[in-house]
């Protein structure tokens, strides 16, 4: 299961092409995240005032000022600027991680990205998340947010997947491996 295979590309290429397949894929993945929790919002509208990532950011010693910085778009609608940068900054960081690992593991593909998922939602949602305070104890969290966490990282994952699967596919002079 853990066995490690010798990529094709040598690591130069491995890097250059992981950090920029993965900003792409995260970008998708980024926007299909945002969409996913459009249809199904992870918490209520109490509990999402300050969300987690903006919690988080403030446990770290960000000011809350800048946490929650906005611009106006559309005349009226806010924009939470900061708190878009950390969802696709999130994304980015590990879809680039996706595309790297990939090129040694094939297994990090499994269920075309949904495993991939389901482990980033485990270790962030059930595990070091609540371990640092920014969320409740997975059992004191609604069902609700853990219906739509777990499935929008699935999604999530796959969008990842499938986007890092068509560059990799498209990518005439490149000797990266598709999984």
């Known amino acids: 299961m853990f066995t490690l295979q010798k990529p094709q590309a040598n690591l130069k290429e491995i890097i250059i092409k992981s950090v920029w397949f993965g900003f792409i ?22 509990r999402n005032l300050i969300n987690p990532p903006q919690h988080m950011a403030m446990q770290i010693g960000i000011p809350k000022k800048l946490v929650e910085s ?75 947010e853990h219906f739509s966490e777990f499935f929008g990282h699935i999604v999530w994952a796959w969008a990842i997947a499938a986007t890092v699967y068509y560059l990799i596919a498209k990518d005439k002079r490149g000797h990266l491996t598709n999984i």
């Open 25 to 46: 894929a995260g970008m998708v993945s980024g926007m299909v995240k945002i969409g996913w929790e459009n249809i199904f919002p992870p918490r209520t509208i109490a």
């Open 70 to 144: 906005f611009v106006y778009y559309s005349q009226d609608q806010k924009v939470f600027w900061f708190t878009l940068i950390l969802h696709f900054s999130f994304a980015i960081a590990f879809s680039i991680l996706y595309v790297f690992i990939s090129q040694y593991w094939s297994k990090i593909g499994l269920w075309q990205g949904a495993a991939y998922g389901i482990v980033l939602w485990i270790a962030w949602h059930v595990i070091i998340m609540p371990a640092f305070g920014t969320v409740p104890a997975p059992w004191n969290q609604p069902f609700a």
